[in-house]
């Protein structure tokens, strides 16, 4: 570990995914000069079901920040401000006495709810749902899973409308922690991610509240997602430190790129793949399956964004390392799929816990089409890279068209956007080009760019535009217009045969 005695200023981002907690220090020039990771564990207990113990997110945050300061040799006390970004969705209810959770939290990737979601929409609640929150009626996102929670008993829901259990997101749930169990709050761009929350108003709704049957007194208080929140205790981090920035990790990622002008766009590439188009100041709906939610919220000012949300992208690649034990590591799909010319006629829909953009459909399930005796391991690996990329596909098309703008090029970040194959093949299949930048740790420059504005560690905008800098990669479409519209197309026929699998008698 090297010293640093030098009194220099940080801007600690904390990234909280789906399948791993960070911590990335950012100094002056918006460089990372530290960075741990923790994985922790994905909980299966059902068909379906995903969960992760809320107590060891928060231990594994916690390590990861004290991991980081020191392989950089930074002092708690050389921070200006703390960042939280996170996997949004993911449903956490904990009682505020003793900071304990009260369940395994529900990832936002749990299907538990979707009977509950067809009931709703059977009770012809899907318009009101998509006008006041911009999202489509989906187990996604928390408020079915705040429900089911507190189902579990009627001492649970009394309990919370005492204010003595506390609802949250994994940022509402990191900063309680943070805070030494003092703050209660989230920010508009997680909020908008419950489907409880008015994304017109930016207030929690209280027709959809009572839907829900979730008391107003178990949640937490929405503020921008650039403010001063409050501090950490000493105890917790080793010195008070201002919270000052909160996003979800694909708002912060768009914020991290900064797409900050209507009609900027970035995708994704992580566990699930996220594609967002900033839209300005107005919230636009959407016609072909995408969703209406909040970019981020600087002073008064707020931004909205049109979403088109992909369950399954880098998980797809983990599944044929854990599961299928096809790979010993993710990057091995890369030279899998380089040798050999092409999937050899196999698609793989990940469908593993439903369809989300813009299919919607939670009883879809995984399938491998085209098998035949010469299909081997590298095809099927070079299939589930192609899946990510034709899974954009269709969402970029439905953006296209709702927002009215044909995007020019496509930035990119996240953690599979390592795959040198994935990005030519996106490219091609696009037939834009690709651009990744030379930093890709967006999510994260995301939230210390939130915080640090807050506390005027960087001024403006302006600023943070030409922090970014241009340096970046680009793949340039390299296939024949005849052969991607082929290839689409049998993707097309693949993702509709995976439909409605478990509704089939
Ligand atoms: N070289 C690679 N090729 C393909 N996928 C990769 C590669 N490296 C990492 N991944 C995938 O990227 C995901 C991790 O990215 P990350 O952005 O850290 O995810 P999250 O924030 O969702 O936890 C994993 O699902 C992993 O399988
Ligand atoms: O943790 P990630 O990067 O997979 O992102 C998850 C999303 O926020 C889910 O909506």
């Known amino acids: ?25 950012f100094d002056e020039a918006a ?13 299966y207990p059902k068909p379906g079901y995903v969960e992760h113990d809320a107590m060891e997110i928060w231990e594994t945050q916690r390590e990861a920040m004290r991991q980081c300061l020191q392989s950089a040799g930074v002092r708690p006390d050389q921070i200006e401000a703390i960042g939280i970004t996170n996997q949004r969705e993911t449903t956490v209810i904990w009682e505020r006495d003793t900071g304990k959770p009260i369940a395994p939290a529900i990832v936002w990737q749990c299907r538990r709810t979707a009977a509950r979601c067809d009931e709703l929409v059977q009770d012809g609640w899907a318009e009101k749902i998509r006008d006041k929150t911009g999202l489509v009626v989906d187990a996604y ?40 169990k003092r703050l209660h709050v989230t920010d508009v761009t997680n909020a908008s991610r419950t489907m409880l929350f008015n994304i017109h108003t930016l207030d929690w709704d209280d027709e959809l509240l009572e839907l829900f049957g979730i008391p107003r007194a178990m949640l937490p208080d929405v503020r921008p997602s650039s403010a001063l929140y409050g501090e950490t205790d000493a105890a917790v981090f080793g010195a008070r430190v201002p919270l000052a920035g909160i996003a979800g990790d694909q708002q912060a990622a768009l914020f991290g790129q900064g797409c900050f002008q209507p009609g900027m766009a970035k995708n994704t590439y992580g566990t699930g793949c996220f594609l967002l188009m900033n839209t300005g100041d107005r919230p636009i709906a959407s016609t072909h399956g ?24 880098g998980a797809g690649v983990q599944w044929l390392r854990d599961e299928l034990g096809l790979i010993q590591d993710a990057a091995e799909t890369e ?18 816990t439903g369809l989300g953009a813009p299919y919607w459909d ?15 391991r590298a095809h099927i690996a070079r299939a589930s890279l192609e899946a990510i990329a034709y899974q954009t596909r269709d969402v970029l098309d439905a953006m296209e068209i709702d927002s009215g703008m044909a995007l020019q090029r496509l ?12 990005l030519e093949f996106q490219a091609g299949v696009l037939g834009i080009p690709v651009v990744r930048p030379e930093q890709f740790e967006s999510t994260a420059r995301g939230a210390a760019f939130l915080a640090g504005l807050s506390v005027g560690f960087w001024p403006n905008l302006e600023h943070l535009t030409k922090l970014i800098g241009t340096a970046a990669t680009v793949f340039a479409p390299q296939m024949e217009e005849s052969q991607r519209e082929e290839l689409y197309q049998g993707w097309k026929r693949a993702a509709h045969l995976s439909r409605g699998w478990l509704q089939e008698s």
């Open 1 to 25: 570990m090297s010293e640093n005695v030098s009194g220099k200023r940080y801007i600690l981002a904390l990234d909280q995914g789906t399948t791993s907690s960070r911590a990335i220090l």
């Open 31 to 43: 460089q990372a000069v530290g960075l741990a990771q923790l994985p922790f564990e994905q909980r």
């Open 141 to 180: 996102f928390s408020a079915t899973k705040a429900e089911w929670m507190l189902n579990r008993s009627p001492e649970l829901r009394e309990r919370a409308a005492q204010g003595e259990l506390l609802f949250g997101t994994v940022d509402s749930w990191l900063l309680f922690q943070l805070s030494g």
């Open 290 to 313: 995408l969703l209406t939610t909040v970019g981020w919220q600087i002073g008064d000012e707020v931004t909205y964004a049109l979403e088109g949300s992909v369950f399954i992208a």
């Open 335 to 352: 030279t899998l799929a380089y040798s050999v010319p092409d999937a050899n006629g196999v698609y793989l829909v990940p469908a593993f």
């Open 362 to 376: 939670p009883y879809a399930r995984g399938t491998i089409w085209g098998l035949t005796r010469g299909a081997n």
């Open 411 to 422: 930035l990119v970040d996240g953690g599979a956007v390592q795959n040198k194959f994935l």
